[in-house]
């Protein structure tokens, strides 16, 4: 009698051929989600969300950054403008947070949070630790491949109901 290697393989990211993926990519999302919804409430108490704080802290980045210089114009428009730009972005921080966290459209939350999270990493550069949003915004861009709804979220419940929508 002979035995195939296949036989033999097991896959240690399954339990009765159920992935472990999905519950992993929802601790992520859920962490992500903790983070932008803590951080919503940092700024919040810092003043950053008011014009002349969210002016002054984009006008640091401006001046101590090494972001090029089409990105400052960028960052320098939105200062100028601090006091729609602040609102706007209170906004985002606590909406990517709360759908995050309960995991609804994730994937395309996720992915608008991929994209802010680079915007705001690039405004950082050379004031701040290079990692400290480069993990979060990786993290961020895996959940949204990796449909991290699918597991513990809302997302889950419609993704009964349409299994192949692209968005959950």
Do not use: C
Not at 8 to 21: F, I, N, W
Not at 109 to 127: C, K, N, Q, R
């Amino acid at each position: 009698m002979t035995t195939s290697a296949t036989s033999l393989r097991t896959e240690p990211t399954t339990v009765g051929h159920q992935s472990h993926a999905p519950t992993g990519l929802a601790i992520v999302r859920m962490t992500i989600g903790a983070m932008f919804v803590s951080v919503f409430f940092e700024n919040l108490g810092k003043g950053l969300y008011s014009a002349t704080g969210y002016a002054g802290l984009i006008q640091y980045y401006i001046d101590k950054g090494h972001s090029p210089a089409l990105w400052k114009a960028v960052m320098a428009l939105a200062a100028r403008h601090a006091a729609m730009a602040a609102p706007a972005q209170a906004a985002a921080e606590i909406s990517f947070g709360v759908l995050l966290v309960i995991g609804v459209l994730t994937r395309s939350v996720a992915f608008i949070a991929f994209l802010y999270l680079g915007s705001l990493w690039m405004s950082e550069w050379g004031t701040a630790w290079i990692w400290e949003l480069l993990v979060p915004l990786l993290a961020s861009f895996g959940v949204a491949l990796g449909r991290g709804g699918r597991a513990w979220g809302v997302d889950a419940l419609l993704a009964q109901r349409r299994p192949s929508s692209p968005w959950w």
